[in-house]
């Protein structure tokens, strides 16, 4: 059997699946049952019915239309092998899901031989979709339809700079935050993923994170590329297998960034 390259349409589905599963349980108790994954460094990594039962929803339609694809999944693991594979978060973002703050997103990307080609995420409580059709990234929602563009030619003084949550600074301190954060306009915390988007969107100009699977950041690779941004490690390499990353809007600006980060 050859491996199919599904269409955007189809990331769409998978996303409307999503909705179903994570809208109904956002700011509501329905099926919505807490627990906790072990993770270093944290007393408390959450996961929820609407974790699991929107990823559970996704590999079925994925394994009934493309059955010859692998999946990755951060609730249920990879299953399958090839050069074509799914890398689902169907919750990124479950602490803000828990607060009722609506900046979590179900990321959904492809990979082709190990490098992002397709990706998407969805926002249901908010009505918006980004995603990125292999040419060029798009934005759907209150506002319309409309192509995105990182934004560019803006000086490091005047960036704003994301980073998730202020507590990795002082565990990585090999991480120069402190000279980047002096170096920039101002720096917001706690957008999570939403914070990637509004990257690709050209409202944020920097977002570093320090400690991503790979499935918090392939569906976004390519939307911020075919935005017209960058994407690497810190250490400048491909992001598909996460770890500190760092994403720009501007080539320039990233080159810049990653020397003080680094220095």
Known sequence: MTSTLPDIAFLHELADLADTQTLPRFRSQLNLHVGSKPKEGYRFDPVTDADREAERVMRELITRRYPDHSIMGEEFGITGSGPLQWVLDPVDGTRPFLC?????????????EGRGHLGMMGQPFT??????????????GPQGLAQMHTRKDIPLAGAILHTTSPEYILRTPEVNFNALDDSTLMTRYGGECYAMAMLAAGQIDLCLEYALQPYDIVAFIPIIEQAGGVVTTLSGERPESGGKILASGCPRLHEEALRILNS
């Open 100 to 112: 009722g703050l609506p900046v979590w997103g179900t990321l959904i990307g492809l990979t082709v």
């Open 127 to 140: 009505g918006e979709r980004f995603w990125a059709d292999g040419k060029q990234a798009w934005r759907n």
